[in-house]
């Protein structure tokens, strides 16, 4: 699947703020990156890199292979870095993070 094609596919996130259930986004794969400030840059074939800021710290990471388990991926790691209880859906699969 071309890199365009996934970023237009469904993401949902949401977390739990006071132990209530609450939805932060449901679009795209480009709107959420959009939305959160996670900038994707293709390297070289098959290798990415992410680059987003958290508070005043800023995280890049490079991983290889399907761009698609690299988006699930940069989702993940931003989230979890944000600390709170998160409900991550893409792709079909759903992943909880900080239970």
């Known amino acids: 699947m071309k890199t365009q094609e996934i970023k237009q596919e469904c993401v949902s996130v949401y977390w739990w703020n006071f132990g209530k259930k609450t939805l932060d986004y449901k679009g795209t794969v480009e709107g959420l990156f959009k939305n959160k400030g996670i900038k994707d840059l293709r ?3 098959n290798k990415y890199r992410f680059i987003m800021s958290i508070g ?3 995280i890049r990471f ?3 292979g399907d761009y698609a388990d690299a988006c699930f991926t940069a989702i993940k790691l931003f989230m979890c870095y944000l600390g709170d209880r998160t409900l991550i859906t893409f792709r ?3 992943y909880t993070l900080n239970k």
């Open 43 to 45: 390297i070289s074939e």
């Open 56 to 58: 005043s710290g800023l």
């Open 62 to 64: 490079d991983t290889t």
């Open 92 to 94: 079909g699969k759903s």
